[in-house]
């Protein structure tokens, strides 16, 4: 069976920092693209980082130089580093496996759907408030 398990979630004050962490198993890591794809209340997911089987990382405009995303093959683990956190980070963070590499057309803003991801995990809890 796949499975993708995050943790590293939390509550952190505008300005701080967290980093997830994911660990996957049953699939051959490196053959597939990577992604944090993120649910806040009463809004749409949104894929907020990519990182390619070539390392190659993508972020919505609203995350670029605050999260940086990466991967470990060797591990089969996959990271999100989050600084500068900021009120609107606020989401349920998930670890996603695309169905699909990546391509311009997937960018989008950052919007997607379940539909677009093969697997994901069960999700980790993000809270940046004052």
């Known amino acids: 069976d796949v499975q993708l398990v995050e943790s590293g979630g939390g509550a952190k004050q505008p300005g701080g920092s967290l980093r997830l962490a994911c660990v996957v198993s049953g699939l051959t890591y490196s053959n597939w693209d990577m992604a944090w794809v993120r649910q806040a209340p009463g809004k749409g997911l949104e894929w907020v980082a990519w990182i390619s089987t070539s390392w190659t990382p993508v972020y919505i405009e609203s995350v670029k130089g605050r999260f940086t995303i990466s991967r470990d093959n060797d591990r089969n683990e996959l990271s999100l580093h989050m600084t500068n956190l900021k009120i609107e980070d606020t989401a349920v963070y998930y670890c996603?496996?695309?169905?699909?590499?990546?391509?311009?057309?997937?960018?989008?803003?950052?919007?997607?759907?379940?539909?677009?991801?093969?697997?994901w995990g069960q999700g980790t809890q993000v809270n940046v408030s004052s």
């Open positions: 996603a496996a695309p169905r699909d590499h990546w391509t311009s057309e997937l960018y989008r803003g950052g919007a997607t759907s379940w539909s677009e991801f093969r697997y």
